[in-house]
């Protein structure tokens, strides 16, 4: 999760280890009644040349709440028109056959697909025991295996399966360690030696006779796939005793070395209880859930280095559950895991969403198709502040909208290792020359280049032309590249209409 402080941030391979957490406070929000349908497109014989709609937009009024502005839009009604150029419509494709963000990685953590057992322990300390730490063993099994009625959000497991559309389901089973020593003493082991993983050993021995461990091995590597170690002590949210006591990803130390029934430790996750009490009433699972997303083999999406020359804090401004750990995973996140499969498009014809958090609806857009997700190209996809967008949305957008990403994702050499966030792509959210992923502002004032804050203004609506009234000159990062199309935005309901002209 974003910090403004030092983090912990540890790597391996080309598999980004990150430390993260949540700080804020979130607001709880009623529930909306929203329904899942099937992902619908469209694409006309004919195209339209001028489109008039009328749509309630603007006179926005700025609020400030912990620290973030948030634009509300009072209702007004308005009549806007789109001009078209008279084109062909053709009809959006869909790839197949192409390679996901595991098939890339060295080593791969919890598979992103199927049904998965998650292996928890709960280790509380002589100083710091269960009983005192606010949080009981029945909540913390809500926080893994329960669901919106008893947690403050989602579990971990309810958020995945939702998320994933239905293809990643976790169950988690839950084990307690009692440490026979003080948080000050495994403190002092940590600054020592710099590692976790003896404790990890000493909770594996401790239960090796009544657990097998092959279970946690579902894709079958030789690895446990992940383990979660979910601390009694205080978390150190300013790391001035320790950068133990926070929440991040890792791997095993001793990971080959040591077997317990012929599988090894390899990856795992690191966070404290105080996390699960960061909500104003229930318990959050946000941190778990955001650090689940590195432990399926994603990076972070903010930025470790304000200093680096770039000046470009941005990316998706908070807007992301692995950037501040809001809200839904973005397109980008489940196109790497194989959760939703893009729309594609390389030339001109007119498409119409359905919001992505419960259609995982999204147009990839790209000059030609190169059989590969790991290549640079917009996603457009349709936002809706409901469902696992509902909660968090004072955090991320609080309208409906089109969204617009610009995605590099290629995979050369990877990021350089003097990068302070190196990792698998060529590009990072850190300090590379532009951003692995970053949100096309729609009013054009930079507040994610230079803030890092997102806000309802950025969301294209009806009228707006991407390569037309906005960003006009707006280009592909590959300099032998030209964009060659525009997007307009037609209407904004029950689905988003978006036309595409290729020149």
């Known amino acids: 999760m974003k910090r403004r402080i030092a983090v912990l941030l540890m790597l391996m391979s080309f598999t980004a280890l990150s430390a993260c957490a949540l700080f804020p406070t979130l607001p709880t929000t009623a529930p909306l009644s929203t329904s899942s ?35 509300t839009t009072p209702d007004v009604t308005t009549t806007q028109s789109t001009t078209l150029s008279t084109i062909p419509q053709g009809q959006p494709f869909t790839p197949t056959g192409y390679a996901l963000l595991q098939d890339e990685m060295d080593y791969v953590g919890l ?13 509380d300390f002589i100083d710091a025991p269960l009983a005192l730490s606010g949080v009981s063993l029945t909540d913390i099994e809500h926080a893994f295996n329960g669901d ?18 239905g293809k990643l389901r976790f169950d988690a089973d839950i084990y307690t360690y009692n440490a026979p020593h003080t948080v000050q003493w495994y403190t002092d082991d940590f600054i020592e030696y710099y590692t976790e993983s003896d404790l990890i050993y000493e909770m ?82 946000h941190t778990l859930i955001h650090e689940t997303g590195h432990m399926l083999g994603l990076d972070d999406y903010y930025d470790y280095d304000e200093t680096d020359p770039y000046d470009n804090d941005g990316g998706v401004g908070g807007a992301d559950m692995m950037d501040y ?33 419960t259609s995982g609806q999204v147009v990839l857009v790209i000059d030609e198709w190169h059989d590969t997700i790991f290549d640079e190209y917009l996603l457009i996809s349709y936002y809706s502040p409901t469902e696992l967008n509902e909660f968090d949305n004072y955090y991320i957008f609080t309208i409906p909208g089109v969204l617009i990403q610009h995605v590099d994702a290629r995979i050369t050499t990877g990021t350089p290792e003097t990068s302070a966030y190196p990792t698998l ?75 595409f002209t290729f020149e």
């Not at 598979?111 to 292996?119: N, Q, R």
């Not at 919106?148 to 559309?165: D, G, I, W």
């Not at 995973?329 to 196109?335: C, F, I, M």
């Open 204 to 285: 594996l021995t401790y239960y090796d006779a009544q657990i097998d461990y092959s279970d946690y091995d579902s894709n079958g590597d030789g690895d446990i796939d992940g383990i979660y170690v979910l601390y009694t002590a205080p978390v150190d949210y300013d790391s001035t005793v320790s950068e133990l006591w926070w929440a991040y990803q890792y791997y095993y130390e001793y990971s080959g070395e040591d077997y317990f029934d012929d599988v090894t430790p390899y990856f795992f996750c690191w966070s404290g209880t105080d996390f699960l009490l960061e909500a104003e009433e229930g318990i959050d699972a």
């Open 148 to 165: 919106a009625t008893n947690t403050a959000y989602e579990s971990l497991s309810s958020y995945y399966e939702k998320s994933s559309y």
């Open 325 to 357: 750990a809001v809200g839904d995973h973005s397109a980008l996140s489940k196109l790497l895991l194989g959760w939703i499969t893009p729309l594609v498009v390389t030339t001109s014809m007119t498409v119409d969403l359905l919001p992505f958090v």
């Open 425 to 499: 792509f060529d590009y990072n959210n850190t300090d590379t020359v532009h951003k692995f992923l970053a949100i096309i502002e729609a009013d054009e004032n930079d507040r994610i280049v230079l803030e890092a804050w997102c806000e309802d203004t950025d969301l294209f609506q009806v009228g707006d032309v991407f390569r037309g009234t906005i960003e006009e000159t707006y280009d592909w990062h590959q300099l032998a590249l030209d964009m060659n199309f525009t997007i307009a935005i037609t209407a904004v309901g029950d689905t988003a209409s978006i036309g």
């Open 111 to 123: 598979p992103s697909t199927g049904d998965v057992k998650l292996l928890v322990f709960v280790v």
């Open 37 to 71: 349908t099937s992902a619908v497109t469209s694409a006309s014989t004919t195209a339209t040349t001028s489109v008039t709609t009328v749509s309630t937009v603007t006179n926005p009024a700025t609020t400030t709440s912990q620290g973030l502005t948030t634009t």
